[in-house]
């Protein structure tokens, strides 16, 4: 069998880039069986241990997302999470080190990790971000792009780095934003429990 020419293999690929590539995955059923019309998953992100996963609706999980939720994961409603993502609630790479061969087979090896992580509703998670198990982010926080979120972070806050600290305060960018479109105010409030 003769080798397809290298443009023509590429041309191929291209065509069926549509058919075999990523895709949103439109709507969820919840753990409790309620139908999410409006949260999207795309097809290239993983979710380890799925029934430990609550997932609100009006969530959005780009590409290329690791979804952890083995020690319980819970994304509130309206999270956007961009794309290359590590959102944990284990860890055992300090186990691996410390225990070395002897960690297989260890009921509680030393240095394991594990905890509930939950991100608050209207919250932004920024490309090739880690989310630490245990992490509490508060609602309406936009964690920037290749920030390690460890801990807890307050509602409203911007945080960036590594580990991340806050840098702002997104009700700042709001108030902008909504003294030029005060029509959007009580959809605002409504959820921002802003006082009006």
Do not use: K
């Not at 919840?30 to 996963?53: F, M, V």
């Amino acid at each position: 069998m003769t080798p397809m020419p290298h443009r023509l293999w590429h041309r191929l690929l291209r065509a069926l880039h549509p058919l075999s590539g990523p895709r949103m995955l439109y709507g969820w059923r919840s753990r409790d069986g309620l139908w999410l019309a409006h949260t999207r998953i795309s097809s290239a992100t993983r979710i380890e241990a799925p029934r430990q996963l609550e997932i609100a609706d009006h969530v959005y999980v780009g590409p290329y997302n690791l979804l952890d939720a083995s020690a319980g994961l819970r994304i509130d409603e309206g999270v956007q999470i961009t794309s290359h993502c590590a959102l944990l609630s284990h860890s055992s790479h300090d186990s691996l080190r410390l225990a070395g061969r002897r960690y297989w087979g260890l009921a509680d090896p030393p240095g394991y990790a594990r905890g509930a992580t939950r991100i608050g509703a209207y919250s932004f998670i920024g490309a090739h971000s880690v989310v630490a198990p245990g992490a509490q982010i508060g609602r309406g926080v936009i964690v920037r792009a290749f920030s390690y979120v460890e801990g807890e972070v307050p509602d409203f806050a911007i945080v960036a780095g590594q580990p991340a600290q806050v840098v702002g305060d997104t009700r700042e960018r709001d108030a902008r934003f909504l003294a030029t479109a005060p029509e959007w105010r009580a959809a605002y409030d409504a959820w921002a429990g802003t006082p009006r």
